[in-house]
């Protein structure tokens, strides 16, 4: 069974940082990309970050792009997210996912101001 385990959330004050972790397990396939989301209660959920897990190319929502980096960890099946200069809009519930369908439970993050 495939299992995403997301940690690193937590309450930072804006302008603050804080990294975010992505481990998979129970994989049958190779990795093409991992992607990170997040969700605020009553919104959809809106993509903001992937990244390709040869090349290492990456990918950014406009919102996002210049203050996180998205990166993995080939031999450890694990992908991060580097959150700089987090804004309250950053708040949200952050989930790691395997295009189409395969996601984590969530880790929450807080921005106060």
């Known amino acids: 069974q495939v299992q995403l385990v997301e940690s690193g959330g937590g309450l930072v004050q804006a302008g603050g940082s804080l990294r975010l972790s992505c481990a998979a397990s129970?994989?049958?396939?190779?990795?093409?990309?991992m992607n990170w989301f997040r969700q605020v209660p009553g919104k959809e959920r809106e993509f903001v970050a992937r990244?390709?897990?040869?090349?290492?190319?990456?990918s950014y929502a406009d919102s996002v792009k210049g203050r996180f980096t998205i990166s993995r960890d080939n031999a450890k099946n694990t992908m991060y997210l580097q959150m700089n200069t987090l804004k309250p809009e950053d708040t949200a519930v952050y989930y790691c996912?395997?295009?189409?369908?395969?996601w984590g439970k969530g880790t929450l993050v807080t921005v106060s101001s």
């Open positions: 996912n395997i295009s189409p369908n395969y």
């Open positions: 129970g994989l049958k396939f190779v990795i093409y990309s």
């Open positions: 990244i390709d897990w040869g090349s290492g190319r990456t």
